[in-house]
């Protein structure tokens, strides 16, 4: 029997919805910086429990993005399971995210839930019906709105540092990028790209996206070809775990920055691509566009000190890249340890006023 890993939450919650009979699960993993803040993901699993093991991940993940964005905040997840060929109609979902309320309530404040993969703006309007603790709500009800064009711009300004980290210059035009995953967050950063002559190449599961490629002059490829296309710097902007063994191995790139969550199948993986010479720039910070949005509509922000904020992502990467570099450490390695100093500073005067 293999080893049970380290419990590091401080809660789980997993119940089947009375109303929806879809399996949910919210993780709580750390609220020391203050009320954690992670979206809900209502996608396809082969088995709740993998559900339930991709919340730990994510909200784990969150932990770190949060604490690297400098936001007050916590990292948590929800995760909709829903069951491979088993279709869920519009009574259904919504029923799945009044489920989703209820769970959420019951954290006491601790976590607040928002959109993410498969979920909306507007089913966050929903769930409010059973809890005040979710954010991201429609501009037009008093909340933030679609997070995707700031994660982009996230993103976007992390593409300079990795450049000049990779090719010892930050020019934009000229070169190519493979981006796997044309929605709302991979669409918006591939028209930034253009604009600025990159070469693109594109690729996404819903082949009506190839429009937008067709749009964009881009070279339209098969998805299963994006970890194999000759490239200067590989954008992964769809699920995680894409970075296996195998495909660092084979991986026709220099650079690796992206939005999606996840993308190193094992966290050796980081080692494994700077001993080729790759770039990577970590997911959790160079993804934190859209919680630094969230947070700062929260707390009264106009858009340009949120935008400020936004592009100031690309100096936490160039530090997170020179920190590495100086230490020997991999860039995973001092993006964490970013994270963790933080964390471990509020920890630190917790225990003191206790």
Not at 27 to 51: E, Q
Not at 151 to 162: C, D, F, K, Q, R
Not at 215 to 237: S, Y
Request: glycine share 12%; with cysteine; proline share 5%.
């Amino acid at each position: 029997m293999s080893a049970i890993p380290d419990f590091t939450h401080e809660r789980v919650l997993t119940a089947q919805g009375p109303r929806s009979g879809l399996v949910i699960t919210v993780a709580l993993h750390s609220s020391v910086l203050g009320p954690a803040l992670g979206g809900c993901r209502m996608w396809t699993y082969p088995t709740w429990a993998d559900g339930q093991a991709d919340a730990l991940r994510l909200s784990a993940a969150m932990t770190l993005k949060n604490a690297a964005a400098g936001l007050d905040a916590g990292g948590g997840k929800s995760v909709i399971a829903l069951p491979i060929g088993e279709p869920v109609d519009h009574d259904r979902r919504r029923a799945a995210l009044l489920d989703l309320g209820d769970l959420v309530e019951l954290m006491d404040g601790r976590y607040r839930t928002a959109e993410d993969v498969g979920t909306t703006e507007h089913d966050m309007v929903v769930v409010r019906e059973r809890t005040a603790h979710v954010v991201g709500l429609p501009a037009e009800k008093g909340g933030a709105g679609e997070p995707a064009g700031a994660t982009a711009l996230g993103v976007y300004s992390s593409i300079a540092p990795t450049l000049e980290a990779a090719f010892g210059s930050e020019a934009i035009a000229g070169r190519s990028f493979v981006i796997s995953g044309l929605g709302q967050v991979g669409g918006r950063l591939a028209r930034m790209l253009a604009a600025e002559g990159a070469q693109l190449i594109v690729t996404d599961i819903d082949p009506r996206k190839r429009e937008l490629a067709d749009e964009l002059g881009a070279t339209w490829i098969a998805p299963e070809r994006a970890l194999t296309t000759q490239a200067d710097v590989l954008v992964p902007a769809g699920l995680g775990g894409i970075l296996t063994d195998e495909a660092i191995d084979a991986l026709p790139v220099r650079a690796v920055v992206g939005p999606a969550n996840n993308p190193l199948a094992e966290r050796s993986g980081a080692a494994r691509l700077q001993e080729r010479g790759i770039v990577y720039a970590p997911d959790f910070v160079v993804n934190a566009g859209g919680v630094i949005h969230l947070e700062g509509i929260a707390h009264g922000l106009e858009w340009p000190a949120i935008a400020e904020r936004l592009t100031g992502i690309g100096e936490t990467v160039r530090s997170v890249l020179e920190s590495a570099r100086e230490r020997g450490t991999t860039t995973l390695e001092a993006a964490e340890a970013l994270a963790y100093a933080r964390i471990d500073a509020a920890r630190g005067r917790q225990t003191v006023s206790a």
